[in-house]
């Protein structure tokens, strides 16, 4: 199992950023998927999760309605369209693959830092 | 929402030792705990899941526990490699919390 994170980066408040998670390994479509966030220092915030067809997408109240999960099977690849970013959002964000109610496989993570 | 508290938040402990780190539940926790290792620059790695199984590859020394709302993480003799920050995790109502995590040190 792999999961490979990437697209972070500096990025002025307000805008925009969109992460990627390249899967292998597993068959992809069998899986939940899930973004999971960490601020410097910090400890693990859980911010959405995905079904496996994409058709239902769950979001921690502190993303909902600024950030999008979406998911491309053929590709197999996961997607976090990230807008209206605040300072609060700086964070090292991984991707994990669920099993039963569990992350049992995460990337490395990616760093998005947000300042101006 | 469950509100997951760790405690302690620090613990030094020795060589050989056995150590135990409770995660407390908000209220009944029906769909499961896990509990995960990070070590500093890493991600999270799951370590035990439905409060009490071992994942796959994880030393036999870990162990875990529940008892009604109280967890329990117990390394039954500390190695120097298991020098990590231990979260505890569950899942209710589409959302996952973690606890605010445990740093294990060597004395």
């Known amino acids: 199992v792999q999961l490979v994170e990437s697209g972070g980066g500096l990025v002025k408040p307000r805008r925009s950023l969109r992460l990627s998670c390249a899967a292998s390994?597993?068959?992809?479509?069998?899986?939940?998927m899930s973004w999971i966030r960490q601020a410097p220092g910090r400890g693990l915030e859980w911010i959405s999760y995905i079904s496996k067809s994409g058709d239902n997408v769950y979001y921690a109240d502190s993303v909902r309605g600024r950030f999008t999960m979406s998911r491309d099977n053929a590709k197999k690849s996961l997607f976090l369209q990230m807008e209206g970013l605040r300072a609060e959002d700086t964070a090292v964000y991984y991707c994990?693959?669920?099993?039963?109610?569990?992350?049992?496989?995460w990337g490395q993570g990616i760093l998005v830092t947000v300042s101006s | 929402a469950i509100q997951l508290t760790q405690s302690p938040s620090s613990l030094s402990a020795s060589l050989g030792d056995r150590v135990t780190i409770t995660c407390r539940a908000s209220q009944g926790i029906t769909n499961g705990l896990a509990w995960y290792q990070q070590k500093p620059g890493k991600p999270p790695k799951l370590v035990i899941y439905d409060a009490s199984k071992l994942q796959n590859g994880v030393p036999s020394r870990f162990s875990g526990s529940a008892s009604g709302t109280d967890f329990t993480l117990t390394i039954s003799s500390l190695q120097p490699e298991d020098v990590a920050t231990y979260y505890c995790q569950q899942f209710n109502s589409h959302r996952f919390t973690f606890g605010p995590g445990t740093k294990v040190e060597i004395k």
């Open positions: 994990g693959r669920l099993v039963q109610n569990y992350f049992d496989s």
């Open positions: 390994g597993f068959t992809f479509d069998d899986y939940y």
